[in-house]
């Protein structure tokens, strides 16, 4: 009886309760239907089918009678039995609107070749214009749904799903996965005697498994219903849904918490303007911690949910903005997942081309607009609800959500391939710990990744006194600085040159930072010559001007800068060059206000390696740039 609104509207209610137009109905026949129908309502199908037939044999002519077994079938699924029904009234009744009722019931249950043969059949038929418009809006919306599914079911795309296991699924609904970016924790949503809460799991390495998932605790999970778990890329805040809090905005608002030493904190909710008495759900912070994506039925809107963003800016997040109509129908998008590269957003919708009531799309953002969304097609998205998509930092594996046979019960989570052509673009990171050299102690410090074309800073955090770790994604084929600055030291420098190397392996720093002691050096990983060539090139200048920054803090400072070399060449021919590398980045820094008698160069040529000159990767390291504390 779940669809008999949906049945009865389309298969009943467009229909007269008169037989052929002309006809004089039978009156016995009227009120065997009237008792059948009533009885339907009732979840009495066996006597509705019995007082139907009745009908029928009373007045074979009386169309209602057999829309009404139709819709009775189509609601237990028994579609080959709902279209001789439908045919029989269609024999009846030379009217259109039946093979609109098979198509649209043929394409709800994903026989797409019926739907289309159906669908065509009643459009081009004469009367068709004798439809009611929104009957005939109806028709055409389903036949061109229908072409399209049919297309992608004749051009499947590979597809293996693999239930997660029993650490994660059970015989209750779980649903929305989330996963950190170095795959070492997984969430999800668990339904329970319609209790939703919060799950995680670790990945136990020993077993190359994920251990057995385990409640987020009391300080997230609570009475009301907590869903859908976003996590930043350090994995040390989380975004959910909570539903029906008496504190908050509206009946589902946004909220935050931040683990510490393995305990998430109490959440907090994020205020107004973001959330709102509206219905605000399904969130999914960027990589860069920046922008949080979700859904809402929050106006401007283009239809019923639609995806928004805010920015966070100045210590809060911003007024939502509508992601706009490349993304946003008249339907409803929601479940937004966007890709640490920044650019590939995954989301569901109910209107966009697809096979069912939810498909998976994707869109990728380019020159700061959405693409058209791109069907994930034939079997990832079926005639039924596809919820919502994770993936990988690699792109190589994602994780959604299905009642497919062969599971726990109910809702499961599944891991696939992306087919190549839904792949984000592969992401690497940076996973750093930040202690002093000396008493290794875990740092507070600043860290800064900055794209070395643009100048731009893409991530800019602090990390924590007593943890000093940090995790940064490095999206895309592009150039970055790393700085890492505590006040009350040398600051580290590193460079990852994804553009002429590219990579999705992560990198690991064991970063140890240094007291302006004397004696002390530091490598300048970030300043640059052409071959041959000792003139600075511009994007130099970003690592040099932290240089200054640390002479002026450090105002009794003194340096040598350092120039080396590789082997390759006439060693006094590198000599010379080293020697004027490093006088080049002295003359700057003496252009930025620093005082001449602070600083000394000196070239040592390839005659100071740090590596073997046997490998180019060890080639490029002994080709540096450096600064020596002589005093403080």
Request: charged share 25%; glycine share 8%; proline share 4%.
């Amino acid at each position: 009886m779940k669809r008999i609104g949906i049945v009865l509207a389309l298969a009943i209610t467009i229909c007269s309760c008169a037989g052929v137009k002309g006809q004089k109905k039978d009156s016995k026949a009227v009120t065997s239907y009237l008792a059948a129908y009533n009885a339907y309502r009732q979840g009495n199908t066996e006597e509705a089918h019995h007082l139907a037939n009745k009908a029928i044999k009373k007045d074979p002519k009386y169309t209602s009678s057999y829309t009404l077994k139709a819709a009775m079938y189509d609601e237990s699924n028994e579609i080959d039995k709902a279209i001789s029904y439908y045919n029989q009234a269609y024999a009846v009744d030379n009217n259109p609107k039946y093979p609109f009722f098979i198509g649209e019931m043929a394409y709800r249950k994903g026989r797409y070749d019926d739907a289309v043969k159906y669908l065509n059949k009643a459009v081009s038929h004469d009367d068709f214009n004798k439809l009611k418009e929104k009957t005939q809006g109806l028709a055409v919306y389903y036949q061109k749904r229908a072409l399209f599914a049919q297309k992608l079911v004749n051009k499947p795309v590979p597809f293996n799903p693999i239930n997660m296991g029993k650490t994660i699924n059970t015989a209750n609904n779980e649903y929305f996965p989330g996963a950190s970016i170095d795959k070492q924790t997984f969430f999800f949503t668990k339904l329970i005697n319609r209790q939703e809460d919060l799950y995680q799991a670790v990945w136990d390495s020993a077993s190359s498994n994920w251990a057995q998932a385990k409640g987020m605790g009391a300080n997230v999970n609570s009475n009301a219903n907590e869903g859908t778990v976003s996590t930043t890329i350090d994995g040390k805040y989380i975004f959910f849904t909570k539903c029906n809090d008496p504190k908050g905005v509206g009946a589902c608002d946004i909220y935050f918490s931040r683990v510490r030493n393995g305990v998430w904190s109490k959440p907090f909710i994020i205020k107004p303007p973001l959330n709102s008495p509206k219905w605000e759900s399904q969130p999914c912070i960027s990589a860069d911690g920046q922008t949080l994506y979700f859904t809402s039925n929050r106006q401007p809107s283009y239809g019923g949910m639609d995806i928004f963003k805010s920015e966070f800016k100045d210590g809060s997040f911003q007024a939502p903005v509508n992601l706009g109509p490349s993304i946003n129908t008249k339907g409803n998008e929601q479940a937004p997942f966007i890709h640490v590269d920044g650019r590939t957003l995954y989301f569901t919708s109910d209107e966009h081309p697809g096979l069912g009531n939810n498909d998976i799309f994707i869109s990728r953002l380019e020159a700061d607009t959405w693409s058209t969304p791109q069907n994930l097609g034939y079997p990832i998205n079926t005639h039924n609800n596809e919820q919502g998509i994770v993936v990988d930092r690699t792109g190589g594996l994602s994780y959604y959500t299905s009642d497919r046979e062969g599971g726990f019960g109910g809702l499961d989570l599944y891991t696939f391939k992306l087919p190549d052509e839904f792949k984000p673009v592969a992401t690497s990171y940076v996973k750093g710990l930040v202690t002093d050299i000396k008493t290794r102690d875990k740092l507070a410090s600043d860290v800064d990744l900055i794209n070395l074309k643009t100048g731009k800073t893409v991530v800019s955090l602090k990390t924590v006194k007593g943890e000093g770790n940090f995790l940064i994604a490095l999206p895309g084929k592009q150039d970055y600085l790393l700085n890492v600055n505590n006040q009350s030291y040398l600051f580290y420098s590193d460079n990852f040159s994804l553009k002429t190397n590219p990579s999705s392996e992560p990198y690991f720093l064991d970063i140890r930072l240094r007291k302006p002691d004397a004696g002390e050096t530091v490598v300048l990983k970030n300043i640059f010559f052409d071959t041959d060539k000792f003139d600075l090139k511009s994007n130099s200048k970003i690592e040099l001007d932290r240089l200054v920054a640390l002479l002026k803090r450090f105002p009794n400072l003194k340096i040598e800068i350092g120039g080396h070399t590789d082997s390759d060449g006439n060693a006094e021919a590198n000599l010379k060059l080293s020697n004027n590398r490093s006088q080049a980045v002295m003359q700057y820094l003496i252009s930025q206000g620093i005082d001449k008698s602070r600083l000394t160069f000196k070239g040592y040529g390839e005659s100071k390696p740090i590596a073997s000159n046997a490998t180019a990767e060890g080639k490029a390291q002994n080709r540096r740039t450096e600064f020596r504390v002589i005093s403080n």
